[in-house]
Antibody, heavy 118, light 106 residues
Framework: QITLKESGPTLVRPTQTLTLTCTFSGFSLSTSGVAVGWIRQPPGKALEWLALIYWDGDTRYCPSLKSRLTITKDTSKNQVVLTVTNMDPVDTATYYC??????????WGQGTLVTVSS | SYELTQPLSVSVALGQTARIACGGTNIGIKNVHWYQQKPGQAPVLVIYRDSNRPSGIPERFSASNSGNTATLTISRAQAGDEADYYCQVWDSSTVVFGGGTKLTVL
């Protein structure tokens, strides 16, 4: 059974760096073909893909946010970490991590709401 | 960058058929995936690779993809189908989501 859970701060100040951790079980990020992604959703708005990391360490980023995003993995801990620099109130959103199978996200975490405010 | 266009809202009478469109240039040559999201919940995959249903998804959910439009069809709509629906594709090694459609069951 695959499960994912996001953790991190619920409140960050403008200009700070956000660090979110996705802890998962039921699969290994060292298995060929496996990937984990991050998706966010501002309140009342649409889903927005942020980043993806593959089993081999390869990464992909949303082009418009690429300069602010870093995704890494710790295979031994079954964790994927997303950092977002220079946070702004418009970055207020629920952040989800999800397991990618093929081209689809078949398992999602419950999401964590991050508010950016001074 | 590639864009997916969805209607903001679709309404359907209880028991009738709802169709939600997802438009994109030559989307017919891409694999389209659909997600259902109910208020306060994470998205759930309901259709993958154009027309395949994950286990546990009712047969009432079906989809097609051709030309410049992919379509999610929900037959015999139920009150529990009321949700936001998102289409998703891959383009140039990036993930693209549609803007989402709110389905209202009347």
């Amino acid at each position: 059974q695959i499960t994912l859970k996001e953790s991190g701060p619920t409140l960050v100040r403008p200009t700070q760096t956000l660090t979110l951790t996705c802890t998962f079980s039921g699969f290994s990020l060292s298995t060929s073909g496996v990937a984990v992604g991050w998706i966010r959703q501002p309140p009342g708005k649409a889903l927005e893909w942020l980043a993806l990391i593959y089993w081999d360490g390869d990464t992909r980023y949303c082009p418009s946010l690429k300069s602010r995003l870093t995704i890494t993995k710790d295979t031994s801990k079954n964790q994927v970490v997303l950092t977002v620099t220079n946070m702004d109130p418009v970055d207020t959103a629920t952040y989800y991590c999800a397991h990618r199978d093929g081209e689809k996200f078949d398992y999602w975490g419950q999401g964590t709401l991050v508010t950016v405010s001074s | 960058s590639y864009e997916l266009t969805q209607p903001l809202s679709v309404s359907v009478a209880l028991g009738q058929t709802a169709r939600i469109a997802c438009g994109g240039t030559n989307i017919g040559i891409k694999n389209v995936h659909w997600y259902q999201q109910k208020p306060g919940q994470a998205p759930v995959l309901v259709i993958y690779r154009d027309s395949n249903r994950p286990s546990g998804i009712p047969e009432r959910f079906s989809a097609s993809n051709s030309g410049n439009t992919a379509t999610l069809t929900i037959s015999r709509a139920q009150a529990g189908d009321e949700a936001d629906y998102y289409c998703q594709v891959w383009d140039s090694s990036t993930v693209v989501f549609g803007g989402g459609t709110k389905l209202t069951v009347l």
